[in-house]
């Protein structure tokens, strides 16, 4: 997650911001990746509607990044994790690229009350503007779960979906896991949960890290993105 690109979640205050700058990496490795594959960073360049999906370079695509996302977590001077833990949290694991958890979803804007304070995992209350429910079917079962942005965020280019499932506690990190999308102007989206990762919280308790909210609860246990290791 780079620097420049963490308006909300990458402030210091008190406590670190946890949360990612709803892009997946920081601006220092989006800017290193200009050399891997364009299809990498389908997701984060999207405007108007999901990209096509590209079976043969999807996988390869997905692993580019993890390969990157480890190399700035071991050597990043703004990795979020402590060098006393980098050996033993880097490489970070992942189940593996599984294309059926890649799906297409549809943003319906949302009724219910449009901010809400989430708790975090310091103790403090964040507030926050539902976006709306993205709906989507994941494997054979009909789903959603509601987008968000931070409260004071006017421009609203990027939606932020934490989601819980029962794969907390066990296999993955028991707070949950974050996706990050870029708004798009058709309410269409592509919901990857190969892409889904740990809050910084998990590497490093000074981060200040929104929990999913229990509308964001998952009845499918998501064995896809990142997990914790073995």
Not at 8 to 20: D, E, I, P, T, W
Not at 55 to 73: C, H, M, S, T
Not at 144 to 155: I, L
Request: net charge positive; glycine share 6%.
């Amino acid at each position: 997650m780079q620097k420049g690109d963490r308006p909300l979640f990458g402030r210091v205050s008190s406590r670190k911001r946890g949360l990612s700058p709803f892009c997946i990496y920081p601006i220092g490795v989006v800017t290193r990746l200009a050399s891997v594959s364009i299809l990498a960073l389908t997701v984060v360049s999207c405007t108007n509607a999901p990209p096509p999906p590209d079976a043969a370079n999807y996988p390869e695509g997905i692993q580019a990044l993890r390969v990157e996302k480890d190399d700035w977590f071991r050597t990043g001077d703004d990795s979020p994790v402590p060098p006393t833990r980098r050996e033993a949290l880097v490489p970070l694991a992942y189940f593996p690229v599984d294309e059926r958890y890649r799906v297409p979803a549809a943003l319906t804007p949302s009724s219910a009350e449009p901010v809400m304070v989430m708790a975090t995992s310091t103790g403090q209350q964040r507030p926050m503007r539902r976006a709306g429910r993205l709906e989507f079917t994941l494997l054979g079962r009909e789903l959603a779960v509601t987008a968000f942005v931070e409260a004071e965020d006017t421009a609203a280019r990027r939606l932020f979906v934490p989601f819980r499932d029962p794969s907390n506690g066990t296999e993955t990190y028991a707070g949950g896991r974050y996706l990050d999308l870029d708004r798009t102007a058709t309410g269409l989206y592509e919901v990857d949960f190969n892409r889904a990762y740990h809050p910084y919280c998990y590497y490093n308790e000074t981060y200040d890290c929104p929990f999913p909210p229990p509308e964001n609860r998952l009845s499918v246990r998501v064995q896809a993105g990142e997990r914790v290791k073995k």
